[in-house]
């Protein structure tokens, strides 16, 4: 059977035109890059989690609901923590699981995106919808980011290929620059490839932002020469419609979130002359929806503690990495993330020591480290919900195949299953 238009839920552009054929034997994709085919081929995974496990053995649901609320229900300061390939309904009820628990609640940004999350706190995000992007934009600037293996689509869907209501000719009414210390496929397509040197992304954004103000610069900067920081000015000033996207290589780049702040107020600054935003490239599929719901529940975009009963947020003091590097946290639910792919040793040590609980589509190295492992439905294929695009637009994702789950419905039904059981057992 053909089900079309459907959501993906790999990267942060949230493709909703894919169309996916299933048949008895086989997965036909249409329309998605290489990256989100991958991922609807999970609905047959030979390495799918069908039961529960408790200390290595197969369970029954009750039991590793009840144990799993057992473990949260008797923690000090437990964490929660939600990954990004869940919908925004799930991640509201780990929000009001960590506010009852008075532990911490927190998710992928406080990996990844979380310096452009706190720029945005710092300066405000001048920014529009992709499809602004598309109609409008004819100066496109990738600043730290590799959007062809990143987000593969995004040039084809939204930014440079496409034609725009204002941009009938696609690509060639638009162009390019690419800054990026290294030599990427993406600077292969760049009109102009400005290769900076590491780490000195806020001192080039200053730079620039002194030539739109009028101050002249004779030397150069990050290594990139006076006149081609005078043109690059140029072309922002003289644009109709410029996009900066930014990646990772801002955001961990010496200074930061700094880095972000500068970009922003640089764009709000070139607005003077004309009309530019600025986007993230998240890199998950919903990591901004988490930001976006964290933010209007708590006031904060992640790492929200709640063990004094009000939200306190606190980089470096209630996120993720420290909390576990530290060994302040003395149990943790993971949703839908590879917390034992990706953190530092310290981090994984304590993750390894303390009781751990993973609600997981498929085997990784956190359902190896876990006490309980909880199977999970596929977000955006076997159960509904709401997705943040990377511009954070809100899309509601459809499901169009049967879980093979019998206990639960979705993540949302399974975290709410947990949750009651934890107000149950505490009276
Ligand atoms: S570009 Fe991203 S959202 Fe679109 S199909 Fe590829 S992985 Fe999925």
């Not at 199977?375 to 459809?398: K, Q, S, W």
């Amino acid at each position: 059977m053909l089900h079309k238009d459907i959501t993906c839920s790999v990267c942060g552009l949230a493709c909703d035109d894919i169309d996916i054929e299933l048949t008895k034997n086989d997965i036909k994709v249409y329309n998605a890059c290489s990256m989100g085919e991958a991922k609807y081929h999970k609905l047959r995974d030979p390495n799918r989690i069908l039961k529960p496990i408790i200390d290595g053995k197969e369970a029954g649901w009750k039991d590793a609901i009840k144990k799993t609320a057992e473990i949260l229900g008797k923690a000090k300061r437990p964490l929660i923590f939600m990954g990004s390939e869940i919908s925004t309904e799930s991640m509201r009820v780990g929000i009001e699981m960590a506010e009852y628990l008075g532990g911490v609640v927190d998710g992928n940004s406080t990996m990844c995106h979380g310096p452009t999350v706190l720029g945005i706190q710092e300066a405000g995000l001048p920014s529009a919808t992709l499809g602004e992007v598309k109609n409008r934009a004819d100066l496109l600037i990738y600043w730290g980011c590799n959007p062809i293996e990143s987000h593969p689509r995004l040039l084809s869907r939204y930014s440079l290929f496409p034609r725009g209501y204002f941009r009938e000719h696609g690509g060639q009414e638009r162009t390019v620059i690419v800054v990026d210390p290294r030599k990427t496929p993406t600077t292969e397509l760049a009109d102009l490839h400005i290769q900076i040197e590491p780490n000195k992304d806020f001192e080039l954004m200053s730079a620039i932002g002194a030539v739109i103000n009028g101050h002249d610069i004779d030397k150069a900067v990050g290594g990139v020469p006076p006149q081609t920081i005078r043109r690059l000015a140029e072309m922002m000033k003289s644009c109709k419609y410029g996009v900066i996207f930014v990646g990772l290589g801002i955001a961990s780049s010496v200074g930061k979130y700094r880095n972000l702040e500068k970009a922003m107020r640089l764009v709000r600054n070139i607005n003077k002359y004309s009309r530019f935003i600025l986007l993230a490239n998240r890199g998950h599929s919903n990591v901004a929806g988490f930001n976006q719901i964290m933010t209007w529940t708590s006031g904060y975009p992640f790492g929200v503690d709640y063990s004094k009963g009000i939200p306190r947020f606190n980089p470096g003091e209630t996120t993720t990495v420290d909390l576990l590097a530290r060994g302040e946290v003395d149990a943790v639910l993971v949703v839908g993330a590879d917390l034992g792919a990706h953190l530092p040793r310290e981090a994984i040590e304590h993750l390894a020591d303390i009781p751990l609980i993973s609600v997981e589509v498929a085997h990784c190295p956190t359902t190896l480290l876990s006490n309980v492992v909880i199977p999970d439905v596929l977000n955006a294929m076997e159960c509904e919900g709401t997705f943040y695009r990377m511009d954070n637009v809100p899309i509601h994702v459809r499901k169009f195949a049967k879980s093979p789950l019998k206990e639960t419905k979705s993540t949302v039904d399974t975290l709410k299953q947990v949750l009651a059981e934890i107000k149950k057992s505490k009276g």
